[in-house]
């Protein structure tokens, strides 16, 4: 059975850091994704490693600030968050696919995704 479970989530002051961890079971070598809705906006890529080229990708708006890293041995993938901002509030989710690289910042790229998790900063 396919399955993304997030943990991590809570309440944290402005500046204060938090880390998502996102465990895929049922599948594997997909790419392992971060997305987040906030507030009146649309569901919106954070960041992920992109497989076919071995880089890593972030929003420009967590750039510096998040940290996503891969466990493949775990099928893990976490999302270290610093500095976080109130218009870091939302809901986080993990998400898994085969995107390729015109695609990869796009739910479209992705077919299986977790349950989020809610990621609250105080201000």
């Known amino acids: 059975q396919v399955q993304l479970v997030e943990t991590g989530g809570g309440l944290v002051q402005a500046g204060g850091s938090l880390t998502l961890s996102c465990v895929a079971t049922?599948?594997?070598?997909?790419?392992l994704a971060w997305f987040r809705k906030v507030p009146g906006k649309n569901r919106e890529f954070v960041a992920a490693p992109f497989r076919n080229n071995g880089r890593t990708y972030y929003a420009d708006s967590v750039k510096g600030r998040f940290f996503i890293s891969r466990d493949d041995a775990k099928n893990t993938v976490h999302l270290q968050m610093t500095l976080l901002q109130p218009e870091d509030t939302g809901v986080y989710y993990c998400?898994?696919?085969?995107?390729?690289?015109?695609?990869?910042?796009?739910?479209?790229?992705?077919?299986?995704w977790g349950q989020g998790t809610q990621v609250t900063v105080s201000s």
């Open positions: 049922g599948f594997s070598g997909y790419t």
């Open positions: 998400a898994a696919g085969r995107p390729i690289l015109s695609s990869f910042r796009s739910e479209a790229g992705y077919t299986y």
